[in-house]
């Protein structure tokens, strides 16, 4: 019974039931640049920068309303994230508008704690595809789930991976292969920042497109950097113009980088009764 109805669906039904979904917020989805334009060493170059994804950046700690959708349910959430670059995270859920804390989820690279404050059960599993969808009801990688969150999300293929180019908008559209993968990647020339990214899933017809918006100008260790404080993730099934069956939006509301100067660790509660999630 457990395996079926997983503690984070009930907080986020908690979470509708106090708060509503009245203000619940899809993706948008804007059209790609599509005019083909000669691939220059400009544009190559101008790839190497942006894949760099703000270096300097490596802690987040901030507030943000995270919007979950599903093929069966819509949910508003708001989060405490915290969060180290490449390591581990960290979310409290809270709901309703005294904001009661209703869950507290834990990531690792290879480890997922979800704790079911209102009940004390903790579910502990790996950090694995199927349990973040098991779970969280987010189909995604950890790398990009917690990149996602960061707003920055590195690009590992090296500047010659890039294969074609096209614009239209102000952007540009970067084609990136590489080894039996190919993803899209949305260039803003002028402000020198990803928008955003597409990519098949292995063994799919489903693409998945990550969006990111409103970016902010921030200082960090003396130096400026663009940050959007609204990141969007859709999942579609990989027919033309279909309407996406999963998503995420997150949106800022505060945050402070590079302020984690430990690691998160994370210290299990005590007497909750254990669950182990197999996926």
């Known amino acids: 019974m457990q395996r079926r109805h997983p503690f984070i ?23 790609l640049p ?21 270096p300097i950046i490596h802690s987040l700690d901030g507030y943000a309303d995270v919007w979950v959708k599903t093929p069966s349910e819509q949910h508003k959430v708001f989060c405490n994230i ?6 581990a995270s960290r979310m409290v859920v809270s709901a309703g508008f005294i904001g009661l804390p209703v869950a507290d989820v834990f990531l ?9 404050m209102l009940r004390n059960r903790l579910y502990v599993g790996s950090n694995s ?15 990009l789930l917690s990149e996602s969150l960061l707003g920055l999300v590195t690009l590992h293929e090296p500047p010659s991976a890039v294969t074609a180019v096209k614009q239209g908008g102000g952007m540009l559209l970067l084609t990136v292969k590489s080894n039996d993968s190919e993803k899209e990647v949305v260039i ?17 017809d489903a693409v ?15 130096q400026r950097a663009l940050v959007p404080k609204e990141i969007e ?7 033309p113009n279909s309407t996406p069956t999963h998503t995420l939006v997150i949106a800022y509301d505060e945050r402070r980088f590079n302020t984690l100067q430990q690691p998160l660790r994370y210290t299990p509660p005590k007497k909750a009764k254990v669950l182990v999630i197999k996926g």
Do not use: W
């Open 9 to 31: 669906i009930l907080a986020l039904l908690v979470a509708l039931a106090l708060t509503g979904c009245s203000d619940f917020r899809s993706v948008q989805r804007e059209e």
């Open 34 to 54: 599509s005019s083909e334009t000669t691939l220059l060493a400009e544009h190559t170059e101008l790839y190497r920068e942006v894949a760099a994804a703000v």
């Open 82 to 87: 915290r969060l180290q670059r490449g390591g």
């Open 108 to 116: 690792t690279r290879d480890s997922l704690y979800v704790h079911d």
């Open 129 to 143: 595809a199927a349990s973040l969808e098991k779970m969280l009801n987010i189909k995604s990688s950890y790398q």
């Open 188 to 204: 803003d020339p002028i402000a020198r920042t990803l928008n955003g990214m597409m990519f098949k899933e292995p063994n799919s």
């Open 208 to 222: 998945t497109e990550v969006r990111f918006r409103n970016f902010e100008a921030v200082m960090v260790e003396g």
């Open 233 to 239: 993730v859709a999942r579609y099934s990989g027919v």
